[in-house]
């Protein structure tokens, strides 16, 4: 079974930043694709950042490219997302997945709230 669990998510000013976290095990990290979703209030659930086409071959959107980061910690077990100078469109809950069959993804954890505001 996979199990991924997020945390991190919040309340930040515009221009502020979070990091998310996705905790996971070993061998869903070592051989599933993994990315980061997000679903705004009124949208659909698009992926942000991640193991979109292939596993450990990030992929970006262009609205947060150069402001977010993904990255795995496999001695923690862990996939993280460094979300910098974020604005009012990023609010969203935020969802971690897995996929062994990249682009389509069918593990999720139960998503954690970000929210953008001053």
């Known amino acids: 079974q996979v199990h991924l669990v997020e945390s991190g998510g919040g309340l930040v000013q515009p221009g502020g930043s979070l990091r998310l976290s996705c905790a996971t095990s070993?061998?869903?990290?070592?051989?599933?694709?993994m990315a980061w979703f997000r679903q705004s209030p009124g949208k659909g659930r698009e992926f942000i950042a991640g193991d979109l086409w292939a596993r450990d071959a990030p992929a970006y959107v262009d609205a947060v490219k150069g402001r977010f980061t993904y990255s795995k910690d496999k001695a923690r077990n862990l996939m993280s997302l460094q979300m910098d100078n974020l604005t009012p469109e990023d609010t969203a809950v935020y969802y971690c997945?897995?996929?062994?069959?990249?682009?389509?993804?069918?593990?999720w954890g139960q998503g954690t709230q970000v929210t953008v505001s001053s």
């Open positions: 070993a061998d869903t990290l070592n051989y599933l694709a």
């Open positions: 997945s897995a996929s062994s069959n990249p682009p389509k993804f069918s593990y």
